[in-house]
């Protein structure tokens, strides 16, 4: 403990160059930051609803909760309920077998609540668009207010997403 | 040595009963027979202790006939070949085998489901990737339904209702859980009967996502496919991916250059790694240790950081395609995630330490969630759950593919089963992974990364070891287009595990022993 304190304060020290990508999505997060706190009160709290996706959007989602992203910080939060959220974000294609849970999701919301999808399957089908098992995008059963591409879109555009759905609602206030 | 077919039919023929053996290439055998001598085949093949069913699918005009043809692959874990029983229909009946092999249980359902196929004396006949809102006549596999968007009315499904298991006695409740969960979670339901605090019984129902992937595959070119593949289940995407350019390089012969598969090799043992991580850290957020977990959790960013950099996809989509890769990767590139490694070894042991040194962690993984040994066979346990179980079985050193019978192989193994044996098999398999890629980086060929891959008719069956277990991908190309694409995913069968697993165990242990089986929702329901 204290030769890493004493190495801390006389050990050589090693400049690492900066992480581009991270300070962009700092730059992002601290911007999405001060439209929370001027629009919802300082935090938002957001509830993953998976209609149908191959998994890899939760994975991203999850991973803006770990050390790297960690966006608590920006004031975003998930959260447990639906009761509890201000935001549905929904991944994947909505399926027959889930169109029914999914509307109880988002009835169970608290209104004024907005809707944003995650994912090009979510955005539209997807791949998905002519099966018989899905009914198509999230928009077929849920008003979405937001859209964010990709396969699956990276922790970095899910925020700039965040940042684009602050900005439609200023736009509507006005 | 004789293959799997051969064995069979000696066996067959010794007893008089006629059968036809196509061998379809080196990895594959079939063996077909007549509806008459199906009960006493499938009684020789019990009889016969080291043959596990693996999987069930059926086919409609397979190979001009124009019936419905079912197919029972099988596998014994010292010879490479897979057996693949195949049996001609001559009505939508055939006898149910899941008394003699208990998954079957599963997969007769299914076939049920995708072509109204009913298995006499099946003690199990719910339906089970179709809910209530698909009416019971409806038979999507069928060819004479064309796949298009259904109009259903979610409010009043047609459908008969899905009857759960009566639980019932003093002090015994259920709690139903899902399909929508606490967390950034998969949906699927999970119905508890409960004693106290104690789990008395366990029902999944599953198939939320059921995406129709395999209907989608039909009448699509090979190499349009892939996209399909890959999205199976998003973090087993290179995995899939192979094995499905496995199935049609097969088909039409192509010899995948030597670079390729030592970068396939590269990332498929990334994608182990980075899923690895992720359930180790996992399994210490749900015992409540967010501070191991946190430094899991940073190496798997890396680790995703370096798939896009490498595949241009944190998650290895989009760079492996029939006859090899997309595009080849920088040996530069290589070289510099080799550097890496040898820092993120002593990273992950540090990381590892400090969980085994915390005893509330070990404490609550150890004894927890056991899957006995003797469920492996009759379940058709595979993966990490398996090689904890007291099964050192591994598809890349059973079935070898691409370069595998070139590396070395730890295979990690366990007698223990329980929660605590999962996590350190994993932890094993990761620092395996690590040598195996820096093998394949030392001895990196230079040239090309993609060969040419004709469009032929045919069919074909590849496993492969993806991080959850063995995946089987199962093409058969008709016209220059995929006839039937039938993927059966580790997940598929390893679901069963927990079921038993959580006998015993009390309630808030689920979330532990579910992320110790790191089960996939997606890639079970297709």
């Known amino acids: 403990m204290i030769t890493d304190i004493l190495r801390n304060f006389f050990g050589k020290k090693i400049a690492q160059d ?65 009761r509890h959220a201000d935001i549905i974000v929904i991944t994947g294609a909505v399926t027959h077998n889930m169109a029914l849970a999914v509307k109880k999701t988002f009835e169970a919301m608290p209104q004024p609540g907005f809707v944003i999808a995650v994912g090009d399957d979510a955005c539209d089908g997807g791949i998905y668009k002519d099966s018989y098992a899905v009914l198509g995008g999230a928009d077929k059963i849920l ?29 509507q206030r006005h | ?120 004396g099946a003690f199990d006949t719910r339906r089970l990737f179709l809910h209530e809102a698909y009416p019971d006549s409806f038979h999507p596999l069928l060819k004479s339904f064309k796949n298009q968007a259904l109009d259903l ?27 929508v969960h606490a967390g950034i979670i ?14 008395f019984n366990l029902e999944i129902r599953h198939f939320y996502k059921h995406r129709g992937l395999e209907k989608l595959a039909e009448y699509k070119k090979p190499a349009d496919c892939i996209a399909i593949a890959e999205s199976i289940s998003g973090d087993e995407s290179a995995a899939n991916a192979a094995a499905f350019a496995m199935s049609i390089e097969k088909i039409n012969n192509c010899t995948v250059p030597e670079r390729a598969w030592q970068l396939r090799t590269v990332m498929l043992e990334m994608e182990r790694i980075y899923s690895h991580l992720g359930d180790m850290a996992g399994m210490q957020v749900d015992v409540a240790y ?27 989509k989009g760079i492996i395609k029939p006859g090899g890769l997309l595009h080849d990767i920088d040996t530069e590139k290589l070289l510099d995630f080799k550097k890496y490694l040898s820092a993120f070894k002593d990273r992950f042991e540090a990381a590892l330490k400090t969980a085994c040194n915390s005893s509330w962690v070990i404490d609550r993984f150890d004894t927890t969630g056991v899957v006995k040994k003797e469920l492996v066979s009759p379940l058709n346990l595979s993966g990490p759950i398996a090689r904890s179980s007291g099964a050192a079985i591994d598809t890349r050193r059973n079935h070898p593919y691409g370069i595998y019978d070139k590396v070395k192989l730890n295979l990690p193994s366990r007698n223990e089963g329980d929660v605590l044996a999962r996590f350190m098999v994993k932890a094993d398999e990761i620092e395996n992974s690590v040598d195996i890629i820096n093998h394949v980086i030392d001895n990196l060929r230079e040239g090309p990364v ?21 995946n089987l991908h199962w093409v058969y190309v008709k016209n220059g287009v995929i006839d039937r694409y039938k993927v059966r995913t580790a997940s598929f069968c390893n679901w069963w595990a927990i079921e038993h697993a959580v006998l015993g165990n009390i309630v808030p242990d689920f979330p532990v022993i579910n992320k110790s089986m790191n089960l996939s929702y997606a890639g079970n329901d297709l």
């Open chain 1, 18 to 82: 900066s992480d581009p990508e991270l300070y962009e999505f700092r730059k992002t997060g601290l911007e999405l930051k001060r439209n929370i706190n001027s629009i919802f009160g300082r935090s938002i709290a957001i509830r993953e609803l998976d209609s149908g996706s191959d998994n890899a959007a939760e994975i991203e989602l999850n991973n803006l909760g770990t050390t790297y992203y960690d966006v608590e910080r920006f004031g975003i939060s998930f959260v447990a309920s639906p």
């Open chain 2, 186 to 199: 998969e949906p699927g339901h999970f119905r508890f009967g409960v004693m106290g605090e104690t789990i």
């Open chain 2, 1 to 120: 040595m004789n293959t799997l077919g051969i064995i069979l039919k000696q066996t067959l023929e010794a007893r008089n009963i006629k059968c036809l053996l196509r061998k379809k290439n080196a990895s594959e055998d079939y063996v077909c027979i007549e509806m008459d001598s199906f009960g006493e085949t499938v009684q020789l093949i019990k009889s016969q202790q080291l043959l596990r069913l693996i999987a069930m699918w059926a086919a409609e005009d397979f190979e001009y006939y124009s019936g419905f043809t079912l197919f029972y692959v099988f596998e014994n874990y010292n010879i490479p070949e897979l057996l693949a029983l195949e049996v001609r229909l001559k009505d939508k009946c055939a006898p149910s085998i899941a008394l003699d092999f208990p998954i079957a249980c599963y997969f007769e359902r299914e076939i049920k489901d995708g072509f109204g196929i009913e298995f006499e």
């Open chain 1, 143 to 171: 008003p979405v207010d937001i859209k964010i591409p990709g396969n699956p879109p990276t922790p970095l555009e899910i925020m700039k997403g965040l940042l684009a759905l602050m900005n439609a609602i200023k736009q």
């Open chain 2, 450 to 470: 993609l060969s040419e891959c004709s469009n032929l008719d045919g069919y074909s069956l590849t496993a492969v070891e993806a991080p959850r277990g063995q």
């Open chain 2, 153 to 179: 009315n979610h409010d009043e499904p047609k459908g008969s209702e899905y009857i759960f298991k009566e639980v019932a006695g003093e002090g015994i409740y259920q709690i139903p859980v899902g399909p």
């Open chain 2, 290 to 316: 967010p501070v191991g977990a946190s430094l899991l959790l940073t190496l798997r960013e890396e680790i995703m950081r370096y798939n896009a950099l490498m595949s241009g996809s944190r998650f290895l």
